[in-house]
Structures are given as C-alpha cells and as structure tokens.
C-alpha cells in the first residue's frame, strides 16, 4: 500500500474516532477531549501501535490548522461591546484567575526544585480553560441567574488573557536560550509578540472589510479558510506566535466587522474534524514510559492549579462584591481544561524541543483528569450557587 492511501485511510479511521467519540460521550457523559485522547494513546506506539508512522509526518499540518482556529474563534470574544456588557466584575475575576493561577504554578515547582523553564511554561498553561465543558454542565442542569451569567462571561475572555500571557512568557524563554544581549533580547521579544498582533490586525483589517459585504453561506466558508491558512502561513514564516495572530486577526474582525458573526459561524462548522484528528494524535504521541518520570510534576500541576483557581477567583470577587464564598465557587467552575492548554504545549514542546518530553506528558495526563473531574466541579459549583435547575438532568445537547 502506498503512502497516499496509507494516509486516506488513516484519516479516515481517525476521523471515524470521532464519530464514536460523540456516540459514547452522549451514552456515559463522559467528555469528549478525554475520549479521542485516550483513543490516541490505545492506538498509538504506545499501545497496540495501530497508527500508521505517516500521520505523525501530517501531525503539524493538522495540529497548526486546529490550532489556529481555536485563536481565531477566541479573538471572537475580545469585543469592546462584550466587555463593556460583562462589566468589571467579570473583567476581575478573570484577570485575577488568570495571574494568581501562574503565580502560584510558578512559585510552587520553583520552590520543588523544578527548573525555572518548567516552571514558567506550566504556569502558562495551567491558565487555560475549557469553555465548552463549562457550557455543557450549564445546559445540562438548566443553570440560570447572576451567577451563571458572570460564570459564562469569564470563560468567554479567560482564555485570551491566558494566552497573551503563555505569548510573553515563551518569547522571554526563546530569548534566554539565543544568549542573545539585552537588546537583541528586547528586539526579539517585539518581534515574536508585537509581530504576532501586528500580522493578526493587517489581516483581520481586510477580513472585517470583506464580511460586511459578502452574503452568509458558501462563499464566506470560502473567505474565512483563506485567512485563517493565510494567518498561519505568514506566522510560521516571519517565525512569530501563530496563536496570538489568529486571536488578533479574530478581535479585529469581531470588532471592525458589521457582521462579524458569519466567518466565525464558518470556522466553527469545519473545526471538528481538525480537532478531532489533533486530540487523537496528541494522545497517540504519548509515551506511557514517560509518565513514570512526570509523577511528581503532575500531581504538583493539578494540586497548584487547583489552588490558584479558587485563590484568584475568591481574589476577583472580593474586588467588587463582599461575598466570602462566590469566589471560591467561581474557581471550582473554572477548573475544565482542554484544547487551549494542549494548544499551548505543543507550541511550546515545537518552540522549546529539549522540553517536549516533559511538558506534553504533564498536560495530556492532567487534561484528562480535569475533563473528568471539572465537569463535576463545575456542577456542583452552579448548584451550590442555587441556580441549578436540575441534578439529575441526563439531557444533553447533541453538537
């Protein structure tokens, strides 16, 4: 068999994957992250060794295309009218989550003995959420009221903020392993950050231009792919954050676009199947021998994400209002994790090489246990707060 037909049938199977995922995700509940990345491993080396070599060849193809519209849809949610909408509470409480959870990822493996990269990296990464798996459990139990509102505003933005944190703080470890001088250093850092938002605004200019002349439908499917491979060309070439440039390509036509809507709606429909081949060969390129090794590390990642979550969230709310528990609850919902974070760790296991055989173990194996158990948290959360309109609701909305 040749290497094209290898390659058909190997997305093919993979693609099939996803099929089942949804069947069983909506027969146990269990979440769909968790499941294609299980897959992965079952049928990746090591497992039963099943995936054939060449999808790994095709991985970065399909992990970049994913991953870019992940920051595209993200720069969705960055518009003044939605935060000005959200209020300042919503603003707090996500800034606050954001940087108490990095500050205290980075404190604690620093003070472990973990190396001062590690340390950085997971503080990063630990910031990311899950806001499907939040928008689930809300419709699920039928959540109505303050609480929830504000719950859903957070995880709209809290992503974002993650991310242009993640940007910055990967840009001043690339600089420290050039040993470059202090304005190389500072030239560099402008390059991979302020490159980034500069290409995603030059592109999300013409894009916001383009929307709000074009009819719905096929051709705006047209449009929005052009940018978004555009987007992640031009970032892979000039060599700057293709994330952060697709969040602000995103932004600029969410808040520039007369109806910025229609090529985020577009996005949305292809996303899936990238998603689904980036989850299952994430998972298949775990080495299970390596999670020997990341005991440590792991259980230290979710014990301080748990801890920065609930502290900054309690940090946010006591801002603004005077309640002594909404704040922690805030935190328990907050806790999901899955695309952005494993987003973030490729990107910098592809950036930061020599890390890749720690960072990516740590993430795919905690992603699992927040997936599993955020969704738990989260509706206990939502009922604690009494907006809970049904425990033992099995109804699910079928994606």
Request: net charge neutral.
């Amino acid at each position: 068999m040749d290497n094209l037909a290898t390659l058909f049938l190997t997305i093919g199977v993979l693609l099939f994957l996803g099929v089942l995922t949804d069947h069983i995700g909506q027969r146990t509940r269990l979440p769909r992250v968790t499941l294609l990345l299980l897959f992965g491993i079952l049928i990746g080396p090591s497992g039963l060794s099943l995936l054939a070599d060449i999808s790994q060849q095709w991985f970065p193809f399909f992990s970049h295309i994913a991953l870019v519209m992940v920051g595209f849809l993200l720069g969705e949610k960055l518009t003044l009218s939605r935060l000005r909408k959200n209020g300042q509470l919503i603003i707090a409480i996500s800034l606050s989550v954001v940087l108490t959870t990095a500050t205290i990822m980075a404190a604690g493996l620093l003070l472990l003995g973990f190396s001062i990269e590690i340390a950085l990296l997971l503080a990063a990464v630990a910031t990311a959420t899950a806001p499907a798996a939040t928008t689930d459990v809300v419709q699920q139990i039928r959540a109505k009221g303050a609480f929830t509102d504000t719950l859903l505003g957070i995880v709209a933005i809290d992503d974002a903020w993650g991310l242009v944190l993640f940007s910055v703080l990967l840009a001043i470890l690339q600089m420290f392993f050039t040993n470059s001088t202090g304005i190389e250093t500072i030239l560099l850092g402008l390059r991979e950050i302020g490159g980034a938002l500069l290409l995603g605004l030059l592109l999300g200019v013409p894009m916001a231009y383009l929307t709000g002349r074009i009819k719905p439908g096929e051709p705006m499917m047209l449009e929005a792919l052009v940018m978004v491979f555009i987007c992640a060309g031009i970032s892979l070439w000039i060599e700057v954050s293709f994330l952060l440039a697709a969040v602000m390509m995103g932004a600029t036509v969410a808040n520039l676009a007369k109806h910025h809507t229609h090529p985020f709606h577009e996005i949305e429909n292809i996303e899936r199947p990238f998603m689904v081949l980036f989850f299952v060969l994430a998972g298949a390129s775990l080495d299970l021998d390596s999670i020997k090794t990341i005991g440590l590390l792991a259980s230290a990642y979710m014990v301080l994400r748990i801890a920065g979550r609930i502290i900054g969230a309690e940090i946010g709310c006591r801002l603004f209002t005077r309640e002594t528990t909404g704040g922690r609850l805030y935190g328990l919902a907050l806790m999901p994790q899955a695309g952005v974070a494993m987003a973030m760790a490729l990107v910098a296991s592809q950036r930061l090489p020599h890390l890749a055989s720690t960072i990516l173990p740590v993430i795919i194996a905690t992603t699992i246990v927040f997936e599993l158990l955020g969704p738990i948290l989260a509706r206990y959360a939502l009922l604690k707060s009494g907006e809970g309109g049904d425990l033992f609701s099995h109804k699910r909305r079928i994606k």
